[in-house]
């Protein structure tokens, strides 16, 4: 069946939708990336255009396989025309009421054979699958920041996904050139679970002055050999999404271990959610 694949529609050109569009053209999936208006469609075309410049001029990719990937690439401020796409990709902002919208136009406007995923990375993809008339082909497909270069999906299964969605969406993650892990709906999913109160927690450190920003980074960095520390990481996913996955957290367990960091809140009403808007633990400082 995913041979027959063609047309992937993705929803939403922020930092994830972009990457998440790239990734699918670059694997040789004809792509149609939807955005709001016209402006938001040149940002998420400038973002892809960045990140493919790069990979020519690593050597990752050629000029010629490069045109390739542009020519399967086209962009509508229109969710009509994703009458005819054969699997949908929703990356819109983390709201629940902005993707219930998407979500009850996706399943009044595709074809019912078409499989729904989203990208959240906090909300009950239950309560996403169950406004579809087709419960049993939407799942959760969470990608990482930077889409392009983290191997890893969570495929996120709901009590009412079907089998056959599952694989199919399985194997469209490798074909992708992804790691796919199998994940039910809880909050959190399995990575955020682990690694967004780790983040909260070196939140604590800094708010304590236990340590400078700085210093918290270089020590978790090190210590675990990681590509980058909790306070950069925050910066790189936003301040806003780590937000919402400890509240996320919060309401579903009622654990003290996952209440947000007085100082993450404050940011976030601040509006200094990271690099996105150039002003965070790291950025802009
Ligand atoms: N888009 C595309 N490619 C990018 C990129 C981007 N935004 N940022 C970096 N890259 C590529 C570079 O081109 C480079 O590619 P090659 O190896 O092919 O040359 C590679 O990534 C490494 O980049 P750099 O050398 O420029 O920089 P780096 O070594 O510091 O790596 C990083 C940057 C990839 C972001 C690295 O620091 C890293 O992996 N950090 C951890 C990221 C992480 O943990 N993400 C998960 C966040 S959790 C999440 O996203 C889930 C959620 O729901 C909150």
Same mark, same amino acid.
């Given at each position: 069946?995913?041979?027959? @694949?063609?047309?992937?529609?993705?929803? +939403?050109? +922020?930092?994830?939708?972009?990457?998440?569009?790239?990734?699918?053209?670059?694997?040789? @999936? $004809?792509?149609?990336?939807?955005?709001?208006?016209?402006?938001?469609?040149?940002?998420?075309?400038?973002?892809?255009?960045?990140?493919?410049?790069?990979?020519?001029?690593?050597?990752?990719?050629?000029?010629?396989?490069?045109?390739?990937?542009?020519?399967?690439?086209?962009?509508?401020?229109?969710?009509?025309?994703?009458?005819?796409?054969?699997?949908?990709?929703?990356?819109?902002?983390?709201?629940?009421?902005?993707?219930?919208?998407? @979500?009850?136009?996706?399943?009044?406007?595709?074809?019912?054979?078409?499989?729904?995923?989203? $990208?959240?990375?906090?909300?009950?993809?239950?309560?996403?699958?169950?406004?579809?008339?087709?419960?049993?082909?939407?799942?959760?497909?969470?990608? @990482? /920041?930077?889409?392009?270069?983290?191997?890893?999906?969570?495929?996120?299964?709901?009590?009412?996904?079907?089998?056959?969605?599952?694989?199919?969406?399985?194997?469209?993650?490798?074909?992708?050139?992804?790691?796919?892990?199998?994940?039910?709906?809880?909050?959190?999913?399995?990575? /955020?679970?682990?690694?967004?109160?780790?983040? /909260?927690?070196?939140?604590?450190?800094?708010?304590?002055?236990?340590?400078?920003?700085?210093?918290?980074?270089?020590?978790?960095?090190?210590?675990?050999?990681?590509?980058?520390?909790?306070?950069?990481?925050?910066?790189?996913?936003?301040?806003?999404?780590?937000?919402?996955?400890?509240?996320?957290?919060?309401?579903?367990?009622?654990?003290?271990?996952?209440?947000?960091?007085?100082?993450?809140?404050?940011?976030?009403?601040?509006?200094?959610?990271?690099?996105?808007?150039?002003? +965070?633990?790291?950025?802009?400082?």
């Amino acid at each position: 069946m995913v041979q027959e @694949f063609d047309k992937v529609g993705v929803v +939403g050109l +922020g930092a994830m939708g972009a990457g998440i569009a790239e990734v699918f053209a670059r694997a040789g @999936f $004809n792509v149609i990336g939807v955005e709001i208006d016209q402006a938001a469609v040149d940002r998420g075309r400038s973002h892809m255009d960045k990140s493919l410049s790069r990979a020519v001029s690593k050597g990752k990719l050629t000029e010629e396989e490069r045109s390739g990937i542009d020519a399967r690439l086209t962009f509508t401020t229109s969710r009509e025309d994703l009458a005819d796409a054969d699997f949908v990709v929703e990356a819109v902002p983390e709201r629940m009421d902005v993707k219930k919208d998407v @979500f009850a136009d996706l399943d009044r406007i595709c074809p019912p054979g078409t499989i729904l995923a989203t $990208n959240t990375s906090s909300l009950s993809v239950t309560e996403i699958a169950a406004l579809t008339g087709r419960p049993e082909k939407v799942v959760g497909l969470h990608f @990482f /920041n930077p889409a392009p270069v983290m191997k890893l999906v969570e495929v996120i299964t709901t009590v009412s996904t079907g089998e056959e969605t599952v694989d199919v969406v399985t194997e469209v993650a490798k074909r992708i050139g992804k790691t796919p892990v199998a994940v039910g709906d809880r909050a959190g999913f399995v990575a /955020n679970a682990l690694l967004v109160p780790y983040i /909260n927690d070196a939140v604590r450190l800094y708010e304590r002055g236990i340590a400078t920003r700085a210093e918290i980074d270089a020590a978790a960095k090190k210590a675990a050999d990681l590509p980058m520390g909790p306070l950069a990481l925050a910066d790189l996913v936003g301040l806003d999404v780590c937000l919402a996955v400890m509240d996320v957290l919060w309401e579903e367990y009622r654990d003290p271990r996952f209440t947000a960091s007085p100082l993450l809140r404050r940011m976030v009403a601040a509006g200094q959610l990271g690099r996105k808007t150039g002003l +965070g633990f790291h950025e802009g400082r």
